[in-house]
């Protein structure tokens, strides 16, 4: 008898396994669901900005089934290889608002006068064929759509179901529920070095 190390047969059945594993892994990230965690302030108060995990149906990859209210996450349009979690403004064909892009990070401490980071510009926008239109809830702290426009509905990722971490602020997020619970919410500067 062979030893089980050098038996060629042993490395066979090992490297299958840890083959399906890695492919049902894959099936399982990439087209149905998974969780995975968040980085930044545009979506507080409705996902917390530090150590944020959540609960995401890649079931709607591609903009299936999305709609104007849901979370999601998405490719960066400029930066390919960085992704984005913001909320669906518009949908192919709506009009939307633009307001001011957000702060940035030299802005830190200025002071908001006039509501200089969160104003309506006399502008409204059709959303194209294939696109949708992102913001996040936190406008003053918020790269999205305002700075690199309409998004193409092929660059969804996922629709966000869930924020799972921290356990204090989980909740489920429906579109009709966070809209309400962001505008009675009193808003709180967060500050992150």
């Given at each position: 008898m062979t030893p089980r190390l050098t038996n060629p047969h042993s490395w066979y059945r090992v490297g299958l396994g840890l083959g399906q594993i890695f492919l049902a892994s894959h099936i399982l990230h990439h087209y149905?669901?998974?969780?995975?965690?968040?980085?930044?302030?545009?979506?507080?108060?409705?996902?917390?900005?530090?150590?944020?995990?959540?609960?995401?149906?890649?079931?709607?990859?591609?903009?299936?089934?999305?709609k104007v209210g849901d979370v999601i996450t998405y490719t960066h349009p400029m930066f390919p290889?960085?992704?984005?979690?913001?909320?669906?403004?518009?949908?192919?064909?709506?009009?939307?608002?633009?307001?001011?892009?957000?702060?940035?990070?030299?802005?830190f401490g200025v002071e908001d006068v006039e509501d200089k980071w969160a104003t309506v510009k006399e502008q409204v926008i059709?959303?194209?064929?294939?696109?949708?239109?992102?913001?996040?809830?936190?406008?003053?702290?918020?790269r999205d759509s305002r700075l690199?426009?309409?998004?193409?509905?092929?660059?969804?990722?996922a629709k966000v179901l869930a924020v799972v971490h921290p356990f204090g602020d989980a909740k489920w997020l429906g579109a009709q529920y966070d809209v309400k619970e962001a505008q009675e919410k009193k808003h709180e500067w967060v500050i992150t070095r």
């Open positions: 149905i669901g998974g969780v995975g965690s968040t980085v930044g302030i545009s979506m507080v108060p409705i996902i917390p900005a530090r150590n944020s995990w959540i609960l995401y149906s890649a079931l709607h990859r591609r903009g299936r089934g999305v290889n960085q992704y984005g979690c913001k909320r669906i403004i518009g949908m192919p064909g709506d009009f939307v608002s633009v307001v001011t892009p957000g702060r940035r990070d030299g802005d059709q959303v194209p064929e294939g696109h949708c239109w992102l913001a996040g809830d936190n406008l003053e702290w918020s690199f426009g309409p998004v193409p509905l092929g660059l969804v990722k």
